[in-house]
């Protein structure tokens, strides 16, 4: 979406709803669409000035918690995975040695 002719509050507001929608693409695991969803939100992000309202002020505070706690979400995630994928590696790898040995 092109932030042409968005007010700065316009703008924040869609920004919250790009972070709330990137935060249920996480939710699903759907992480390529979270990053999908994060790559649109960032020129939108970049156009953000330094003068808001109080009001949107709250609304970049609501986004800044949404992402920490959507780094910390992805953080864990990816760790969960390096968990899995290094078991998968371990079983396959006692698959293989069970028949290397089948066939001694």
């Not at 869609?14 to 390529?32: F, G, K, N, Y």
Request: net charge negative; glycine share 2%.
């Amino acid at each position: 979406m092109d932030s042409t002719g968005m007010t700065q509050t316009e703008l924040v507001e869609r920004v919250l709803s790009m972070t709330r929608d990137i935060e249920q693409a996480a939710s699903l695991a759907d992480w390529p669409e979270a990053a999908r969803l994060t790559e649109a939100r960032s020129p939108l992000l970049m156009s953000l000035t330094a003068d808001q309202e109080p009001a949107a002020l709250d609304l970049i505070r609501q986004i800044q918690a949404a992402d920490a706690a959507l780094l910390a979400d992805a953080a864990t995630t990816q760790t969960e995975l390096h968990i899995e994928f290094e078991a998968a590696i371990g079983r396959t790898k006692a698959a293989g040695e069970y028949q290397r040995m089948a066939r001694m």
